[in-house]
């Protein structure tokens, strides 16, 4: 099974995935947990480059993020299901159609067509919208923020339209979840929604 989360930074992608792997993991499952960009040593260079260098222009850090993903899925993920486990990735596809496509207005389509190419076609059977507004999920990034972390909140405000936009565009896949709720309440729903 390959599942996904996704949000605005802050809110709580990164604690849901480890929850998330723990559940699974005490169930028997083998589960091979990951994040983008990174995942791999060409993908955590990637990292570095797109959110702690200098000005990128909105394409290359399309392009960027779209090379650090197809590594990460040629390397990672890929084989990782081929062999039976399930995967649980911190962002995905959809964080570059959302940010890059939607959010800084390169488009939805040329952004989901570039990264659908990279991937062959690779989408996860579940994708979790962890939704919480801009304020409270500014509120909790910490104090050395990255270069995506510094943009506005009107650019904020764009990615959590840009998210629930795909979240109706693709229902089959997305769970909607409520991202101010307890850490352990909004783990046991989607745990639960494994099971639809």
């Known amino acids: 099974m390959f599942i996904t989360l996704e949000g605005l930074d802050g809110s709580g992608k990164t604690t849901q995935a480890r929850l998330l792997a723990t559940r699974l993991e005490a169930d028997g499952v083998e589960v091979v947990t990951t994040r983008e960009p990174g995942g ?37 993920i890929r084989p ?25 207005g390169l488009g939805l389509e040329r952004v989901l067509e ?18 919480i507004d801009v304020a409270r999920a500014a509120g909790r990034m910490g104090a050395e923020l990255d270069r995506i972390e510094r943009e506005d909140d009107g650019f904020r405000t764009r990615v959590a339209a840009a998210y629930r936009k795909l979240a109706g565009m693709f229902p089959e896949r997305y769970v909607v979840v409520d991202g101010t709720a307890a850490p352990e309440a909004i783990a046991e729903e989607i745990h639960g929604a494994l099971g639809r």
Not at 42 to 71: M, N
């Open 114 to 131: 570039l990264n659908l190419a990279v991937v062959e076609g690779l989408l996860p059977e579940h994708t979790f919208l962890l939704e």
């Open 40 to 76: 791999t040593p060409l993908g955590e260079q990637v990292r570095d480059l797109v959110l702690h260098g200098d000005y990128v222009a909105p394409w290359a850090e399309a392009a960027l993020y779209a090379a650090a993903r197809a590594q990460h899925v040629d390397q990672l």
């Open 80 to 104: 990782a299901l081929e062999r039976g486990a399930t995967v649980i990735c911190d962002r995905y596809v959809d964080s570059s159609v959302a940010y890059q496509g939607i959010a800084r």
